[in-house]
């Protein structure tokens, strides 16, 4: 059913994936997707923004007629040494499903899409589900093409040298009016289904907690790591430790979550005291107020080091359709409905007013955003004959 995806992007050692937006790598997935909607006579559309979309029955002409499609899908991109599945895993699933329906000779009445957002892990540019933020409206045009990644080369510029006009990137409302459903399938990130009693491989998503980036900047004075006496030394790395330290305890005091885990020292030599730390704090939690106070007690502490905290990106509280998942928890046998701390481009776009929902396949390690990401291959196809009958429910028929 499906094609061996060659391991793209796969560093030898760890085993991890590296797919940034607007790489080689993503070229070359870019194209298999192509290939994937052409092997079944299908055309991709490229929206302003670069997200690929494929459609089985005309979108317009349902749209016209108040039968907006249905449309599953995902991303191809991956975070730094990021697993196999987070992402791949609804696109390949949306083609696999999509297989399914044809070959039951299943006739819709609505129009199928698959898309392929790009640039959801933001593991170049910094804000996630860039892609779809910048399609909705989420994300100016304007601030996508200044974003630039660890060799400050912008988005603008990765988006000519893919081939793009940086000038075309844009909201695309025409393209988000003909989706009248989105429906994600993705890996779980957590062991949710994996520790219950019974066998389920499959659950339905309830919402996504409030999350956000926000970037940490300590400034101090470069000088020798030798020579410079302790009371000379204006150390930019120790404020920012201090604030790391900070995010984990408020994190801890207000029940949310919260790392650290991209860090630019300048000027980065061993030997030379830092003059400037820039981080990105990550913290999310089930309670959106709760998360902003994890930022202000951070805060508070770079700003007593004369530092600076700048919000990156912030999704508030996503919940799903309350109503479309619960029936698609009763279509599938009354499977699991569970909430998740993971960012989607379903979030996106149900925060854009896009009825939407979220199936997970079971990740019996828990672990994600690792090569340590795993789901069997029965479950992928549970979560295939799900998705399946997902769209076959909501596409008619
Ligand atoms: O960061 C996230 O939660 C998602 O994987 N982009
Ligand atoms: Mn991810
Ligand atoms: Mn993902
Ligand atoms: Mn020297």
Known sequence: MWRDLEPIGR?????????????????????????????????VTTDRVGNQWVWWGDPDAALAAGRPGVVTGSHLDSVPDGGAFDGPLGVVSAFAALDTLRDKGFEPDRPIGIVNFVDEEGARFGVACAGSRVLTGAMTADRARSLTDADGVSMAEALGAAGRDPAELGPDAETVRRVGTFVELHVEQGRHLSTLDEDVPVAVGSDIWPHGRWRLRTLGEANHAGTTRLEDREDAMLGFAAAVIA?????????????????????????????EVTGWLDARGADEAAVRRVVADVTEVVEEFGGLVVEDSWTGSTPFDPGLARRLATRLGGIPVIGTGAGHDAGILANAGVPTAMLFVRNPTGISHSPEEFATSEDCLAGVDALATVLADLAGG
């Open 11 to 43: 560093d030898g050692g760890s085993g991890g994936y590296r797919r940034f937006a607007w790489t080689r790598e993503d070229a070359t997935l870019r194209e298999w997707f192509v290939a994937e909607a052409e092997r079944r006579g299908l055309d």
């Open 247 to 275: 995010a984990r305890r408020a994190a801890e005091t207000h029940g949310c979550v919260a790392t650290v885990g991209k860090v630019a020292v300048t000027p980065g030599g061993v030997n030379a005291i830092p003059s």
